[in-house]
């Protein structure tokens, strides 16, 4: 019978996708992957799968939304089963949604099976939690990125008074313009910031700051996409729950 899965991959790191999401990879008969998802993971296709990458780079799409909307539903009245596979979760700035109702609208049967999202994986891996009955008692997951063009519609103002913890993705390129609105605001300017790279890889980087610093720290350290931006006081608790990345150093320091 054929459907669509629109399936969460996870952030990065492969053991993170959830089983129901790796059964959706072994059942396909067609797969359609982003840039950011872990190659590894088409290892558990079937061998005659197609595979089809759809990723997307800044101002470069490989396959336009529009196509692949087109293309999910064609597969799919083949009676195929497809997989849509996605990084992170789908439904988090990642146009799930979108693809869901292309299919609804097309008569197509599908399941939506959510994934791991980074603004919460990448800063646990670098032993940052987002909630904390001492520092957070609240979260939210904003994007940093918008159209060229497009009028700024992020609430600013209410980010910086009444949440503790802002995870930020896709917005290394409006840093400086993401830092300066929130002290616009009353954000403190020694508010910690964290830049998190490549979250849950083996080439995770976690860079530190604050408010005030971290743009041209950012700069001097050459940090780019895909990072996560996490701002509030549970940055702090690097210092003593990272973990991560500490592992990572001491399997080098063990290989050599």
Known sequence: MSVVYIVGAGPGDEELITVKGLKCIELADVI???RLVNKDLLKHAKQDAKLISCGKFPNCHTMQQNTINLELVKYAKQGKVVTRLKGGDPFIFGRGAEEAAA?????????????????????AYAGIPVTHREYSSSFA????????????????????????TLA???????????????????KSKETPVALIHQGTTNQQRTIIGTLETIFDIAIQEQVKNPSMIIVGEVVRLREKLNWFEENNEYLVASAL
Request: a negative charge; glycine letters at 10%; proline letters at 1%.
């Open 168 to 186: 930020i993705y896709m917005g290394m390129k409006n840093l400086n313009y993401i830092t300066n609105q929130l002290l616009a605001h009353g």
């Open 103 to 123: 299919c609804r609208e097309a008569g197509v049967r599908f399941e939506v099976v959510p994934g791991i999202t980074s603004g919460i994986a990448a800063a």
């Open 141 to 164: 997951v904003i994007t940093g990125h918008r159209k060229e063009g497009e009028t700024d519609n992020i609430h600013w103002a209410l980010l910086a008074e009444s949440v503790d």
């Open 32 to 34: 359609f992957f982003d």
